[in-house]
């Protein structure tokens, strides 16, 4: 049996020293992500104190949902969106929509939005790593087709911008994709989420601006 308390200690004791040499002020958030975990798993984090998950399949956020809908958690959807997904993760209506990943799916998300009389806060995802095998819009193209999303697309709240490090273990690499999204986040008006890190670079990116991380096997495995 995993012990999830000290799982979320070690994690929340490594985000807090990294936050903190930004600024006592810097709040970071954690969203667990139970992709690989069963509902009992992510039960059993909750107790230890996790409230936000998030699911990169449209299908495994509903079930996952269901099951578990007597806790008050809150729900992400960080994968791939196939266009034919679309009603199903309306439906489901996640607390945040992180991987926005191209003008075309925001375009259609907004479309079904509008005929289901619904809105969802979404981030744009930014393939600031520039890999092929990662879903996300180019780092020259974020900043005008944020703002047109925002001006077209009345039924999408856009909250700011995700990303994946660089899958290297070249750690300038992984810094420099950090510094790309920060800088498009940092100059957007209104924009208050940088979704970046996962397990293997949180604190890294956290040392870059990321305001939510977004781990899965340091919390449970
Ligand atoms: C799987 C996944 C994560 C978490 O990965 P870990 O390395 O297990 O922490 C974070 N973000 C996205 C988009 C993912 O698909």
């Given at each position: 049996m995993?012990d999830y308390?000290?799982k979320?200690?070690?994690?929340?004791?490594?985000?807090?020293?990294a936050?903190?040499?930004?600024?006592g002020?810097?709040?970071v958030?954690?969203?667990a992500v139970s992709k690989?975990?069963?509902?009992?798993?992510?039960?059993?984090l909750?107790?230890?104190?996790?409230r936000a998950y998030?699911?990169n399949?449209?299908q495994?956020?509903?079930?996952?949902?269901?099951?578990?809908?007597?806790?008050p958690?809150?729900?992400?959807f960080?994968?791939?969106l196939?266009?034919?997904?679309?009603?199903?993760?309306i439906?489901?209506?996640?607390?945040?929509?992180?991987s926005?990943?191209s003008?075309?799916l925001?375009?259609?998300l907004?479309?079904?939005?509008?005929?289901?009389?619904?809105k969802?806060?979404?981030?744009?995802?930014i393939?600031?790593?520039l890999?092929e095998?990662k879903g996300?819009?180019h780092p020259?193209?974020a900043?005008?087709?944020y703002?047109r999303?925002?001006?077209e697309c009345?039924?999408?709240n856009?909250?700011?911008?995700?990303?994946?490090?660089?899958?290297?273990?070249?750690?300038?690499?992984?810094?420099?994709s950090?510094?790309?999204?920060?800088d498009?986040y940092?100059n957007?008006e209104?924009?208050?989420?940088?979704?970046?890190?996962?397990?293997?670079?949180?604190e890294?990116a956290i040392a870059?601006?990321?305001?939510?991380?977004?781990i899965?096997?340091?919390l449970?495995?």
């Open positions: 995993i308390i000290k979320l200690d070690d994690v929340i004791t490594r985000i807090e020293a936050r903190k040499l930004i600024s002020h810097h709040i958030k954690i969203v690989y975990s069963t509902s009992q798993e992510v039960e059993a909750y107790r230890a104190g996790q998030g699911e399949k449209v495994d956020l509903k079930l996952k949902m269901q099951e578990l809908d007597e806790h958690l809150e729900w992400h960080i994968g791939n196939q266009k034919n997904k679309i009603n199903h993760l439906d489901a209506d996640p607390f945040l929509m992180q926005l990943s003008y075309d925001a375009q259609e907004n479309k079904r939005l509008g005929i289901k009389e619904k969802m806060d979404c981030l744009l995802q393939n600031s790593a890999e095998s996300g819009v020259d193209d900043t005008d087709m703002k999303i925002q001006d009345e039924h999408i856009l909250k700011g911008v995700m990303s994946i490090g660089a899958h290297t273990q070249d750690e300038a690499l992984i810094k420099k950090f510094d790309t999204t920060f498009i940092a957007l209104d924009a208050t989420i940088c979704s970046m890190g996962m397990s293997s670079d949180y890294l870059h601006g990321s305001n939510l991380v977004r899965g096997s340091a449970f495995k």
